[in-house]
């Protein structure tokens, strides 16, 4: 394989982005100057390095020397809630609305209605353990309203059953669109569908 179907290829891997763009980025790769490529280069390869894994509700952050998160560290932050989020990004768009003060749970992905794809089920049951010991009162399903975000929510309420006398379980209010995904949902919407969140 050439240099430029390989690197094409490699980005072809990216979500969202197919073989034909994944080529167009390696055009744009080779218009740009050689320092901006190096730029780009050594910023992929320092991510290892300079990112890290919270070992809490396992979003990436910039670690520094502290495992954990900011939000996760933070002792003034609501014990009493832990909202499940499909990925980085969406707990991003609900600290943007600020609006919710409690802890949060990346569940890393969506379980998609073919049977493929994979939620962080073993980490959130040992996290929901944990936070049951803290004063866990409600955990919030903070999914997108997408066909995929109601198929993986259903299966982490059934993965929650065992709890259910415990502690509340909740889901954001629908005032998100019908097939919105969570991360392009703007704050008076998010704080709209928590306030509105309906309990199971
Ligand atoms: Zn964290």
């Given at each position: 394989m050439d240099h430029i179907d390989e690197l094409a290829t490699a980005l072809a891997?990216?979500?969202?982005?197919g073989p034909r763009q994944g080529k167009r980025f390696v055009f744009y790769l080779l218009a740009v100057s050689a320092a901006e490529r190096a730029k780009l280069a050594e910023l992929i390869a320092s991510l290892g390095k300079n990112v890290r894994q919270c070992p809490e509700c396992l979003r990436f952050h910039n670690g520094g020397t502290t495992a954990f998160c900011n939000y996760c560290s933070?002792?003034?932050?609501?014990?009493s809630q832990l909202m499940l989020v499909e990925r980085d990004q969406d707990l991003a768009a609900v600290e943007r609305a600020s609006s919710y003060r409690g802890r949060y749970f990346v569940l890393g992905g969506v379980l998609t209605l073919s049977g493929k794809g994979a939620i962080r089920e073993k980490e959130l049951l040992k996290i929901i353990e944990k936070r049951l010991k803290n004063g866990l009162k409600e955990i919030v399903l903070?999914?997108?309203?997408t066909s995929e975000g109601e198929h993986t929510s259903d299966h982490v309420r059934k993965l929650l059953a065992p709890w259910r006398d415990n502690v509340k379980i909740s889901e954001l209010g629908?005032?998100?669109?019908?097939?919105?995904e969570l991360e392009y949902s703007d704050a008076e919407t998010l704080r709209a569908a928590l306030t509105n969140r309906k309990e199971f």
């Open positions: 891997r990216f979500p969202g982005i933070d002792k003034t932050r609501d014990d903070a999914l997108s309203a629908r005032g998100l669109a019908t097939g919105s």
